[in-house]
């Protein structure tokens, strides 16, 4: 379903930019060219037809852009596995440490020698 939702898309991009290019231009660059004696013949109810084509097209492609993400499957069995990349999937790396060593400090023994203030010597 979803290798014919992207076909269909595609043919709806094709059929898009030929409506886009068969458009007049509204002005502009286009006008320095040529483009002003097309306005002449009267063509504005065609141009009418292909603007509302443009709209029409362009929100299908969206729709259908939406649309095929849900039924695209990530995981597909015949995508490439690199042999590298499944041993680095098994391996773990941990620290390791010796038989006495932690990941705490070492707890001392030793006590600051209490001072006596009492005494005034």
């Given at each position: 379903m979803f290798?014919?939702?992207?076909?269909?898309?595609l043919i709806l991009?094709?059929?898009l930019i030929l409506v886009i290019l068969g458009q007049n231009s509204k002005g502009g660059a286009g006008a320095a060219f040529g483009g002003s004696a097309s306005q002449i013949m009267?063509?504005?109810?065609?141009?009418n037809v292909l603007e509302k084509a443009?709209?029409?097209?362009?929100i299908s492609?969206?729709?259908l852009s939406l649309a095929s993400s849900a039924?695209?499957?990530g995981a597909q069995s015949n995508q490439f596995s690199s042999p590298n990349i499944d041993s680095a999937k098994q391996q773990?790396?941990?620290?390791?440490?010796?038989?006495d060593a932690s990941l705490l400090p070492a707890a001392t023994d030793e006590t600051p020698a209490a001072t006596d203030t009492t005494s005034g010597n």
């Open positions: 290798t014919l939702l992207i076909t269909i898309i991009a094709v059929l009267g063509v504005t109810r065609t141009g443009t709209w029409v097209l362009a492609i969206l729709a039924f695209y499957s773990v790396v941990a620290p390791t440490f010796g038989e």
